[in-house]
Structure formats: C-alpha cells, structure tokens
C-alpha cells in the first residue's frame, strides 16, 4: 500500500526559507513522476511543482524561481526547498505521483509576520 509521509513544514517570516521532505514506500519509487501540492484553506488543491523519472522539474507559475523540486532515489524521498516565501505560499503541502488517490497528512507551512 503507497504511503506518503511530509514532513519539515513550520511557521516563517516572509523571505525565509523552508526545505519540505516527503517519504515514499509501497510503490517502485522508480517509475513514477513525483509532485508536490499545496491547499490553502477555502481553496482547491493545487500542483506547485513536478519533477519526472529523468529527473527534469516542472513549476507552477507562481512558484517558479524560488522552489526547487528534487528526489534522492536512495532515500525514495521528494524533497521541495523553498525560499523567498511570501504569505500566499502559507497551505498544507502534500506531495503524491498523481496517480494515487491515497494522502498523507500533509505538513503546514505558514509564512506570516
């Protein structure tokens, strides 16, 4: 059974940084894309970023040049840094293949004053 586990979420000042981690196990963590989500409260889940088997990454607009999406094969964990984050990152972030209807619990991440 897939289980995805996030973790590494906080509470930080807008500019900060956080770096997210997401622990992979039940599936070939080798044949599948890996992403990482964000729901805001009231508004819909959403992709922020995508990384493919090969390694190349794919961003949400909003999100571009401040996140960076990686993967340590070794580990099968999905890690997202994230820097210069504004009030508007502030969501629980999920990471999932996209192809798994199972979550995890998410890890929040506030950016506030």
């Known amino acids: 059974q897939v289980r995805f586990v996030e973790s590494g979420g906080g509470l930080v000042q807008p500019g900060g940084s956080l770096t997210l981690s997401c622990a992979v196990s039940?599936?070939?963590?080798?044949?599948?894309?890996m992403n990482w989500y964000r729901q805001a409260p009231g508004k819909e889940r959403e992709r922020v970023a995508r990384?493919?088997?090969?390694?190349?990454?794919v961003y949400a607009d909003s999100v571009k040049g401040r996140f960076t999406i990686s993967r340590d094969k070794r580990k099968t964990t999905v890690s997202l840094q994230m820097n210069n984050l504004k009030p508007e990152d502030t969501a629980v972030y999920y990471c999932?293949?996209?192809?798994?209807?199972?979550w995890g619990q998410g890890t929040q991440v506030t950016v506030s004053i």
């Open positions: 039940g599936i070939d963590f080798f044949e599948y894309g």
């Open positions: 990384i493919m088997n090969n390694g190349v990454p």
């Open positions: 999932n293949t996209g192809l798994h209807d199972s």
